[in-house]
């Protein structure tokens, strides 16, 4: 008879749970601009990328960044979501009005609208650059991908939002004197 590892145990599960109730709040914040606002989507995001860092809690705990390691897997899961959606589709009717409530404090409707209209990986590139402040490296390590293509996403998707938000180019030229 095979004998299983051990999970850890309770040291493993309290840690975890240290981590949860310290680390859930700002991933389901990140979750949310992820995914445009889609507050039952950002959930979902957050509730498997827990789910996946439980499993491999241990690789975790070595990592050399572990706040990479956590945008890691929200990005991972937000591709995998996307991939699953896009094979299903997504069983959610479009509702035409919001729950009092449904948009974090803050939150700019029309930014929110511009952001859904953006693909996942330059919604992710934005996120990271400009509301984490993360630079191209680190942003690179989140999305899996090289510093060219942060760069690049995240210029086309700046077009888009520029675009869409009808922002007269001659302010984003100005803005970085």
């Known amino acids: 008879m095979r004998r299983q590892r051990s999970s850890g145990?309770?040291?493993?599960?309290?840690?975890?749970?240290?981590?949860v109730a310290a680390r859930r709040?700002?991933?389901?914040?990140?979750?949310?601009?992820?995914?445009?606002?889609?507050a039952h989507l950002a959930e979902d995001l957050v509730q498997t990328a827990l789910t996946k860092l439980y499993i491999s809690w241990a690789a975790f705990r070595r990592a050399d960044?572990?706040?990479?390691y956590v945008r890691?897997?929200?990005?991972?899961?937000?591709?995998?979501?996307r991939k699953r959606?896009?094979?299903?589709?997504?069983?959610?009717?479009?509702?035409?009005?919001?729950?009092?409530?449904?948009?974090?404090?803050?939150?700019?409707?029309?930014?929110?609208?511009?952001?859904?209209a953006l693909p996942p990986r330059m919604r992710a590139a934005v996120v990271?650059?400009?509301?984490?402040?993360?630079?191209?490296a680190q942003t690179a390590e989140a999305l899996g991908c090289s510093e060219g293509t942060v760069k690049s996403q995240t210029a086309r998707a700046l077009e888009k939002l520029r675009a869409t938000?009808?922002?007269?180019?001659?302010?984003?030229?100005?803005?970085?004197?």
């Open 65 to 68: 960044n572990p706040d990479g």
């Open 85 to 116: 959606a896009g094979r299903f589709g997504r069983p959610i009717a479009d509702v035409p009005e919001r729950a009092a409530g449904a948009e974090p404090d803050g939150d700019d409707p029309e930014l929110s609208r511009a952001l859904r």
């Open 9 to 19: 145990g309770p040291e493993r599960d309290a840690q975890f749970h240290d981590f």
């Open 72 to 81: 890691r897997t929200l990005v991972n899961a937000l591709m995998d979501e």
């Open 165 to 177: 938000l009808d922002v007269p180019h001659f302010q984003q030229q100005g803005a970085g004197r």
């Open 25 to 38: 709040g700002p991933m389901l914040y990140t979750a949310r601009l992820l995914t445009a606002g889609d």
């Open 128 to 136: 990271f650059r400009f509301v984490h402040e993360l630079d191209v």
